[in-house]
């Protein structure tokens, strides 16, 4: 071969070494895209009830499922039980976060320990009769909590809706679509409205496309209103939670892990996630 073209070659490879070399140092430079979990975490606390109607106890064994899913390789330390009372607020301070299936405390000694673990920081992820409150439930806080009147009206059979999303913004909605199709639940209403609170962001509602809404209970309007969060505290409601359809649709199950995801992010002693 030609020296003097051999002698060009190496200098060719050289000169393209030489060019190529900030930008591999700039690639190794990069920080690393992904945040591998030393340890767990956060701690999560999912209460549910078995003395429930059969819809709710449905939703419940879903949920269990979809929550022991979110765990594989033991990224948070998650609890699960059926009995509140065994949570007396020292215990419960411990949670970063309280995700209730398909009820709410019901004696005095547990209502106020919960009470006390919200208005001190704590975080609720609550769904569907998490919330259900009437002129028999004596809890008047609870509606603080919500930021809403007591239940209303609801549609029966229980049946799909069409949701719009309402703010964009929010971690919690800004990766769903405007509009999706949730699958079957039983929709509530409330009176008055969350969306007349000031202190209350209205994520998702009901769209007036689905009046009348019903076959056997129908609703024909209103201001229906199915996810919210109260900024007076770290929580979300979300409305959807009546039968075994509630954890099959991608999209709601996505609003799920974003709901429960910010919540925990929300936390006084920082967002686990950036940890």
């Not at 215990?91 to 009470?115: G, H, T, Y």
């Not at 609003?255 to 920082?270: D, E, H, I, T």
Request: net charge negative.
């Amino acid at each position: 071969m030609n020296p003097f073209r051999t002698t060009y070659i190496r200098l060719l490879w050289i000169c393209l070494f030489t060019l190529c070399l900030p930008a591999i140092q700039a690639q190794d430079a990069t920080p690393y895209p992904a945040n591998y979990a030393r340890a767990p975490r956060f701690k999560a606390l999912i209460y549910y009830s078995t003395q429930v109607e059969e819809a709710h106890r449905q939703f419940a064994e879903d949920g269990i499922r979809f929550f022991k899913k979110l765990n594989y390789g033991e990224g948070f330390i998650q609890e699960f039980t059926t009995d509140f009372t065994q949570y007396p607020y020292e215990k419960l301070r411990e949670f970063d976060v309280v995700v209730m299936l398909n009820a709410m405390p019901a004696d005095a000694a547990s209502r106020q320990a919960f009470e006390q673990y919200m208005e001190q920081g704590g975080g609720w992820v609550g769904f569907h009769a998490a919330a259900y409150n009437d002129k028999d439930t004596h809890w008047p806080w609870l509606l603080q909590f919500l930021g809403c009147g007591t239940f209303y009206c609801n549609n029966w059979p229980p049946q799909p809706a069409l949701l719009e999303v309402d703010l964009t913004s929010h971690p919690v909605t800004r990766n769903l679509p405007q509009q999706f199709v949730a699958p079957a639940s039983e929709w509530y209403q409330w009176n008055p409205s969350p969306r007349l609170n000031q202190e209350v962001q209205i994520l998702l509602s009901l769209s007036s496309k689905n009046y009348p809404i019903g076959i056997k209970d129908v609703v024909s309007f209103g201001d229906f209103p199915v996810v919210w969060t109260n900024t007076r505290y770290r929580m979300i409601y979300l409305n959807m939670g009546h039968g075994d359809e509630g954890f099959g649709d991608a999209t709601q199950n996505l609003l799920y892990l974003n709901a429960f995801r910010w919540v925990v992010s929300q936390r006084k002693a920082g967002d686990p996630f950036q940890q």
